[in-house]
């Protein structure tokens, strides 16, 4: 046996430890409950995201792989090699902007550590309630990682926050399936620091298939790659992030803040500060989309009543969302097809020919989103501050400071699944998809995950 090749710190000591043991130790009721309607969602997104073109680019990636048949790559018949599945479930979950997030890190862990610790439930047979624990353990590691960098100044430096906080995630999630112990939890940690990356620029990506990438599939992969790696006897630096030219010298040059890693892990779950979208969009546009649809509702609008309308919405969150040319995240677009529309859809969120659109594009002159340094909140509520002037002259005003979705104002089992029916009917039929929801409500019952292939394979 190897001896130790450094000194390691009192945080790294403790976080490895906690890694180590996460599976073992049991879910508050409320925390497991939430895990339960993140997981539904991140099986909608990555069923739904499994036909659209990232999904399509994943599957014949991974179905040149070959690889050892470990785990399952969601609604398909293929089964690979657990990293492959975790890479191609991951770029499905992300395929589109239906997936969750954890707003104050700006990052969305269920498509990276769902689909690792469902790779590696997998491939070793384990039961439900460990899966649960390590997903729950996966987001507060991801979160954790991002909040010791500070995510916003993180982003605008080019990287890009998702993609990292994701990894350690998804690697987190892996190595406690893995029983690894708190040692090699510390090699793990090392070797996924080996490969963090992820640039802002895959935001240029029209098609969203490098965004699958960076932001569910890579993460995934490389998280669950690493625990592999590691349980096979790799060994590396014991501890990361203290020391010599240690990870935060590279990537937080500034003051990070170390003690996130730990602070509050055991009592202050990540995943209770998580969000689910209520519209299948960028999370920055669900207040924005929830205040029209009220105003709407409430006064029979439509868009040939519309002289003007003025979102206001946290500033950093409109740099994201701000005329891009993917429509699921261009905050003006959505606007004006939900104002033509009265609603919004999976199918209208996505669909690029309206882009270009005369009528949309005609409204879209009378639509300006304003960022608002007084909504900005670290916690990332999801806040918009609307007015619209109409042609008669009258002006209409609505607000949100916690869109539906957002971790103040969650949604009910009720909510979540009559999203998930509505991502997954048309890919496995409302029968398969009703026993599929029913089995993932129960996921702590069954001692094989493998169990859940027979309902999410096509």
């Not at 009721?29 to 999904?55: N, W, Y």
């Not at 969750?100 to 498509?111: A, I, Q, R």
């Not at 689910?276 to 924005?288: F, H």
């Not at 905050?331 to 209208?348: E, N, R, W, Y």
């Amino acid at each position: 046996m190897t001896k130790p090749n450094a000194e390691v710190s009192p945080s790294m000591h403790e976080l490895s430890a906690y890694v180590a043991g996460a599976v073992r130790r049991p879910l508050p009721a409320e925390v497991a409950e939430r895990a339960k309607l993140h997981l539904v969602d991140t099986f909608a997104a990555m069923i739904s995201g499994s036909r659209l073109l990232p999904g399509k680019r994943a599957i014949a990636y991974v179905k040149s792989l070959g690889g050892k048949a470990e785990a399952g790559v969601i609604g398909t018949r293929i089964t690979t090699s657990a990293a492959n599945a975790a890479l191609a479930n991951g770029m499905f979950g992300h395929a589109d902007e239906t997936d969750d997030t954890h707003p104050p890190s700006l990052t969305h862990p269920g498509t990276s550590v769902v689909p690792a610790a469902l790779a590696i439930g997998e491939r070793n047979r384990l039961s439900g309630t460990a899966v649960l624990r390590a997903i729950v353990l996966g987001y507060d590691i991801c979160a954790r990682m991002l909040l010791s960098l500070h995510p916003m100044p993180f982003l605008r430096s080019g990287h890009h926050a998702g993609a990292f906080g994701q990894a350690f995630g998804a690697a987190a999630a892996a190595g406690a399936l893995l029983n690894l112990d708190a040692r090699k939890v510390r090699h793990l940690l090392s070797y996924t620091a080996q490969q963090a990356a992820g640039l802002y620029t895959m935001f240029r990506d029209p098609e969203h298939v490098e965004k699958a990438y960076a932001m569910g599939g890579m993460p995934a992969h490389n998280g669950t790659a690493a625990a592999l790696m590691v349980a096979h006897g790799w060994t590396g630096v014991e501890d990361v992030f203290s020391g010599e030219r240690d990870y935060y010298f590279t990537f937080a040059p500034g003051e990070p803040d170390r003690e996130a890693l730990t602070r509050g892990l055991g009592s202050d779950y990540e995943i209770l500060r998580g969000g689910i979208k209520r519209w299948p969009v960028g999370g920055p546009i669900q207040g924005p989309l929830q205040v029209l649809s009220e105003l709407i509702q409430q006064h029979g609008l439509e868009a040939d009543d519309v002289e003007k309308l003025v979102a206001r919405m946290p500033d950093k969150e409109l740099e994201i969302v701000n005329n891009r040319d993917m429509p699921d995240i261009c905050v003006q677009h959505l606007l004006a097809v939900m104002l033509l529309d009265g609603t919004v859809t999976f199918k209208s969120a996505h669909d690029f020919r309206r882009m270009s659109d005369p009528t949309v594009l005609a409204l879209r002159k009378r639509i300006e989103a304003v960022g608002d340094p007084a909504l900005t909140d670290a916690l990332r509520r999801w806040r918009c501050v609307m007015e619209i002037t109409l042609k008669d002259g009258r002006k209409l005003a609505n607000q949100t400071m916690a869109a539906k979705g957002s971790f103040e104002n969650p949604l009910s089992r009720a909510e979540e699944e009559e999203k998930a029916l509505d991502l997954m009917a048309p890919v496995l039929g409302k029968p398969r998809v009703r026993a599929l929801l029913a089995a993932l409500w129960n996921l702590d019952k069954p001692s094989d995950v493998r169990a859940l292939r027979r309902l999410y394979m096509k």
